[in-house]
């Protein structure tokens, strides 16, 4: 049995600086609240596995989703037995989400612990999941957890579409997901993050927007795939840019947009809470987030 990721999750990159308790007891009220699932970052706080397996453990109902597992980090044979596991603890409630873009300004030796696949995106891709599939494993359980893709271009949606369950953009704009639901026709499953903002602060939007923009290459080519281009990426972001992709502070702003990207194709939208202290659990903003449920 598969569990039903709703139409609303949390994404979050928000638990790894706190204690294992702290994660537990808050991704519990989670489950509680109501939203059909929790997505969270990878990058240097716990693995995507141990804090997969740390969120499983603590919720009975919703599922538990990496956003993403980063495929640079890991074999594919750690990676297919470490989602054999988990899926086979907590049936139907894990989907592991995949990608593996390397940021050019973090300069560390990925080079000592990568996959001897080939360096394009797309192609090193279809090569993991191949790889994934031919692992033997002689596990307790043969099921399978849901697979997506960390899709932008057209080429990784087609890939998502095609070998695994669906995709799974992040920092995407309406019209992504419209393209995307084209692009992977109509029996993908595709689950878009949204970032929301309920603090008064108006620079959070700004600066969540520039973040990406400046560091990001792969989500800029994304931005001007879809009529967005350079000048939208001055001082910050142009006010269009950001609108695109943060909606206003308001529950109904926030409301409005899930019902875009719904409209637009989306299966399934988590919501990534932006605060003025990125270093606090938004659990605030978490149950206002709940009435939308």
Known sequence: ???DLGRLGIWTFGFDPHPAGKVRETAAELDELGFGAVWFGEA????????????LDATKRMVVATGIANIYLRHPMTMAAAERSLGEQHPGRFVLGLGGHRVPDVQLDWEGYRIPFSGRPVSGMRDYLVDLDK????????????????ALGPKMLDLAAE???????????????????????????????????????????????AA????????????????????DFADG???????????GRSLEAIAERVREHVDAGANHVCLQVLTSTPERLPVREWRELAALL
């Open 1 to 3: 049995m598969q569990h």
């Open 44 to 55: 240097f706080g716990r693995d995507a596995v141990s804090q997969a397996a740390l969120l």
């Open 135 to 150: 692992v033997p494993l002689n596990a307790a359980s043969a099921a399978r957890p849901r697979r997506l893709l960390a």
């Open 163 to 209: 070998l695994t369950w669906g995709a799974h953009p992040y920092f995407v704009p309406v019209e992504h997901t419209a393209m995307a639901r084209e692009r992977m026709g109509p029996s993908a499953y595709l689950a878009v993050e949204q970032a929301v903002v309920l603090d008064p602060d108006p620079e959070i939007k700004r600066g969540h927007v």
């Open 212 to 231: 990406y923009v400046t560091a990001a290459p792969h989500h800029r080519a994304n931005l001007m795939r879809l009529g967005f281009d350079e000048s």
């Open 237 to 247: 972001g142009s006010d269009r840019l950001v609108d695109a992709l943060v909606p």
